[in-house]
């Protein structure tokens, strides 16, 4: 797909068809999210990606059994993929340690960061990964874990020191019975031209 035309019609779809997606499909899917810029090059993030029966792993966390029938999106629950997307501090540290980059004393603590970059990164990972996705005609959901991370990641025995960066669905949507969020009618904020516009050009 064209890219200009993939950022247009990019939009979160929370209504799947089973199906499960084929592997080599997925595989690319992957592999161009992991291709992202990271800083330092550390590369800290990890996917971890649960196919089919195995996405009950997440769902039986983070919706309990007795709360599903009630749940809005129920064609979410549906998707035959979950890739969770985990944020590893640590290797920032190691890397910003290398004699390369001690000037920079951020090899020393966490704390150093001004901007958490192990979180950027991971977003950006989530970011091309979606893009991936949409581009092999697959939809897709960012959502977050909320409070559920420490319990997500103990079931699907991520290590303790990761970060939750948030949960893709992604499978063939349904659109028969897909419906737009809650959050989906907000404007779009403009380009530049007023106070409210992203764009601030020479200054706020
Ligand atoms: C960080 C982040 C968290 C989100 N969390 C949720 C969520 O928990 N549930 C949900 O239905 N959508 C979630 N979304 C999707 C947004 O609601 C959606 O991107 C926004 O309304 C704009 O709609 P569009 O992406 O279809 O253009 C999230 C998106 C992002 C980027």
Redesign the pocket.
């Known amino acids: 797909m064209d890219f200009a035309d993939l950022i247009r019609k990019?939009?979160?779809t929370?209504s799947f068809r089973s199906d499960l997606v084929a592997a080599s499909v997925l595989d690319r899917v992957l592999d161009r999210g992991r291709r992202v810029p990271s800083a330092g090059n550390s590369q800290g993030y990890d996917f971890v990606v649960l196919e089919g029966q195995q996405t009950a792993l997440y769902w039986d966390v983070t919706l309990p059994y007795k709360r599903r029938a009630a749940f809005r999106?129920q064609g979410?629950l549906l998707a035959p993929v979950l890739v969770t997307i985990w944020a590893d501090p640590q290797a920032y540290l190691r890397r910003y340690s290398r004699p390369d980059k001690t000037e920079t004393g951020l090899g020393k603590s966490l704390d150093a960061w001004s901007t958490p970059y192990w979180l950027v990164d991971g977003?950006f990972a989530a970011m091309a990964l979606q893009f991936a996705a949409i581009d092999e005609g697959l939809g897709v959901?960012?959502?977050?874990m909320?409070e559920h991370g420490e319990a997500v990641a103990k079931a699907l025995g991520v290590p303790s020191d990761r970060l939750p960066v948030?949960t893709i669905a992604l499978g063939w949507p349904d659109l028969e019975t897909e419906e737009?969020?809650?959050?989906?009618n907000?404007q779009r904020r403009s380009l530049n031209g007023s106070i409210d516009s992203v764009v601030h050009r020479g200054g706020w």
């Open positions: 990019r939009r979160m929370r999106w979410l977003a959901l960012f959502f977050g909320f948030g737009i969020g809650r959050s989906a907000q």
